[in-house]
């Protein structure tokens, strides 16, 4: 199946630091993910970035896709950021294939005051 | 709040028991997906329903079974409990049933076997 490797496993940081994660893929995706499991283990989503660049406010997002990668890019981090960030793909073969998402291990961010 | 619901969101139960973990999707989607997140094995797909029918399979235990219903909500049935299912479970749902749909996850369900 395909494989999915994220890093750094770990990341801390002051308050108002900035901060980019990255997600690597082993095959073509049709769906990319990423989110935000807070400290009571909500699953929050962040974007659904397949390919292209996208902004949420501090947060941005860019998927390169022929290149198997995403970065995650957190700006002035707050307290509130801390928690698991994790990215999820699925390679998809259409409609009635079903699908299903492929988690990676997650980065574990810690925003101190 | 992703507007799927699960409950209840807390289980306790005893080793050898069956329960019963219920999902409502987001208005209007017809997936419903589980997953299992533990400690030693991370996030996994479990099982896929799309409009009633069982369209994906992952590494689903012979123990656990799920179906959904025509309202469209899903349950997840796992039986004969052991300690190693102690996890939290996932539902989600996605509007379409392939790979390029974005899916929304629930709070959870943490079950604790002892």
């Known amino acids: 199946g395909i494989q999915v490797e994220q890093s750094p496993p770990d990341l801390i940081l002051q308050e108002g630091a900035n901060s980019t994660l990255r997600c690597n893929f082993s095959?073509?995706?049709?769906?990319l993910q990423w989110f935000h499991q807070n400290p009571w283990g909500q699953l929050i989503n962040l974007f659904y970035i397949p390919s292209g660049t996208k902004q949420n406010g501090r947060l941005s997002a860019t998927t390169v896709a022929t290149e198997r990668y995403s970065l995650l890019y957190i700006s002035s981090s707050q307290t509130t950021d801390s928690g698991v960030y994790f990215c999820a793909v699925d390679r998809g073969y259409g409609e009635t294939s079903g699908s299903r998402l492929t988690f990676g291990e997650g980065t574990q961010l810690t925003v101190n005051p | 709040d992703s507007g799927v619901t699960q409950t209840p969101k807390h289980l306790i139960t005893a080793t050898g028991q069956r329960v019963t973990l219920r999902c409502s999707p987001r208005?209007?989607?017809?997936?419903v997906y589980w997953y299992q997140q533990s400690l030693d094995q991370g996030l996994q797909f479990l099982i896929q329903?799309?409009?009633?029918?069982?369209?994906a399979k992952g590494n689903i235990l012979e123990r656990f079974s799920a179906q959904q219903f025509p309202d469209l909500h899903s349950e997840l049935n796992l039986s004969s409990l052991e300690l190693g299912d102690s996890a939290l479970y996932f539902c989600?749902?996605?509007?379409?049933?392939?790979?390029?749909?974005?899916?929304?996850f629930g709070q959870g369900t943490r079950l604790t076997v002892v």
């Open positions: 989600a749902s996605s509007a379409r049933g392939g790979g390029n749909t974005e899916a929304f």
């Open positions: 329903y799309y409009n009633g029918e069982e369209r």
């Open positions: 208005s209007g989607d017809l997936s």
């Open positions: 095959d073509s995706v049709n769906n």
